[in-house]
């Protein structure tokens, strides 16, 4: 299975975890592709709402472009959502962190698994 | 091309003029393939949230799933937004109907060219 598949599979397990627990979450179409704000899941309970970039990676450490943080922060305003970055390492669960998490670099955010399982939360902490 | 990319393309045209008017607005993924409620287009401009189920045709009336009606109703429930349905006859513009608009059959709602020109609303009545 390609990266970019293996991808869409673990974002749509995500989405249906979020429905297995009584939230309801979607897929944004294109968030890649389009020029506008935009996050790839969207996910609330009625009380809170949930802006959320994906990324998965084989690695131990991910570099996120600065244009999709800034994207998922604009995205997250306009639809008062709380913005998060899920990311999955191999073979991990999903660790979901806030922008402030991350660490800034001249030209990008970066996240490594150590810091992720560090500061991170899993699914169950970011829905309760 | 298909109908149904002409169909995709039209509600990406319906992003891009939410978009141009200060909205925010984001096509959802495979809302016809997942087995939740969902919607094609949610928008928002901060104070208003819209959740629009994009039907386009060549011919002069529309039958609509009431599964798919159902379905827009509960996601708009859960994202406290109003739903619509936008409908795009050959050469014309989107209409904007509420679901008391559409006509409710034994199997379907249905909404003809006719009915739509009287009930539904243009974009710029739906965003003003």
Same mark, same amino acid.
């Given at each position: %299975? ?6 869409? #599979? ?8 979020? *429905?297995?627990?009584? *939230? ?9 592709? %389009? ?8 996910? /609330? #309970?009625?009380?809170?709402? =949930?802006?959320?970039?994906?990324? /998965? ?36 669960? *999903? =660790?979901?962190?806030?922008?402030? @998490?991350?660490?800034? /670099? @001249?030209?990008?955010? %970066?996240?490594? /698994? ?15």
């Amino acid at each position: %299975m390609s990266s970019k598949s293996k991808g869409l #599979n673990a974002e749509r397990d995500l989405v249906h975890k979020f *429905w297995s627990k009584g *939230w309801a979450g979607v897929r944004i179409a294109g968030s890649g592709s %389009m020029r506008y704000p935009s996050a790839d899941i969207l996910a /609330t #309970n009625k009380l809170r709402k =949930l802006a959320i970039e994906c990324k /998965t990676t084989k690695k131990v450490g991910k570099y996120i472009e600065k244009e999709d943080i800034q994207q998922l922060r604009e995205f997250a305003e306009m639809f008062n959502a709380e913005p998060y970055l899920a990311v999955k390492f191999n073979r991990k669960e *999903w =660790l979901f962190l806030t922008i402030e @998490d991350l660490e800034e /670099t @001249d030209k990008n955010f %970066m996240i490594n /698994t150590e810091k992720a399982e560090i500061k991170g939360i899993l699914f169950e902490e970011l829905i309760k």
